[in-house]
Each structure stands twice: as structure tokens, then as C-alpha cells.
């Protein structure tokens, strides 16, 4: 099986189609694919998305976006003040790893410890 993205205008992921590795040239799976789903949806763009995370950053998902330049997909900025490195987004103050639960707080740009019941 092989995982397509389906993307916007905007490149962001709107979809993800699965085509069954009979339908496709192996040979030149990706191209093949991508040929095979315009056929069928016209007016989209597709770029191939590995589900076990082989190629550009991470499997896409919907809300994703894809970044060309890059040839990666980005998963949803969690946060205005969060940082991008590749295809994830990291606070810019570290979760403390003390085994308790917190939650981030951007008015604060801060860990708070969740409370235990």
C-alpha cells in the first residue's frame, strides 16, 4: 500500500488517500500514484507520505502542511510561541522530566504541574 497527502493550494493536507500496490508501477511507484489519483480528483496535488515515517519528516495527516523546500510535511503548530525544528514543534522552555503531568501555558510561555486528584 502506498499513502498519498492530498494538498490545497496552500499545500496544506486535506486528505489522505491509500492506493493498493496494484494499481501502481512499483517501478516508479510515486509518479504512478500520483498520476492514478489526479486521474481520479482533478484539481488537487498529491505528494507521497510514508506511514511508517521513511520519508519527509513524519506521515501526513489532515491540518498538516507540506514545505517543498524542505520536501517535508509539518504537523500543526501547537502554540504561536512554540519552535519548528523539522516536522515538530518544541516549547521554548523544556518540559520538566520529572515523571509528573503539566500542561503548557502561553500566557506564561511556561510548564504548569497539573493537578493530582
Known amino acids: 500500500m502506498a499513502h498519498f497527502a492530498k494538498l490545497n493550494d496552500s499545500n496544506e493536507v486535506v486528505a ?26 482533478r484539481a488537487y496535488r498529491f505528494v507521497k507520505t510514508s506511514y511508517n515515517n521513511n520519508i519527509r519528516g513524519t506521515y501526513a495527516g489532515i491540518g498538516y502542511s507540506y514545505n517543498a523546500a524542505e ?10 510561541s512554540w519552535i519548528r525544528t523539522g516536522s515538530f514543534w518544541d516549547a ?3 518540559m520538566p522530566t ?19 486528584e
Open 16 to 41: 489522505v488517500h491509500v492506493v493498493n500496490n496494484d494499481a501502481l508501477d512499483l517501478e516508479n511507484e510515486e509518479q504512478s500514484g500520483i498520476e492514478l489519483l489526479i486521474s481520479i480528483q
Open 98 to 116: 520529572d515523571g509528573a503531568m503539566y500542561s503548557w501555558v502561553e500566557a506564561d510561555l511556561n510548564w504548569q504541574l497539573e493537578p493530582t
Open 71 to 80: 520536501d517535508i510535511f509539518i504537523t500543526p503548530q501547537p502554540y504561536p
Open 92 to 94: 521554548p522552555t523544556p
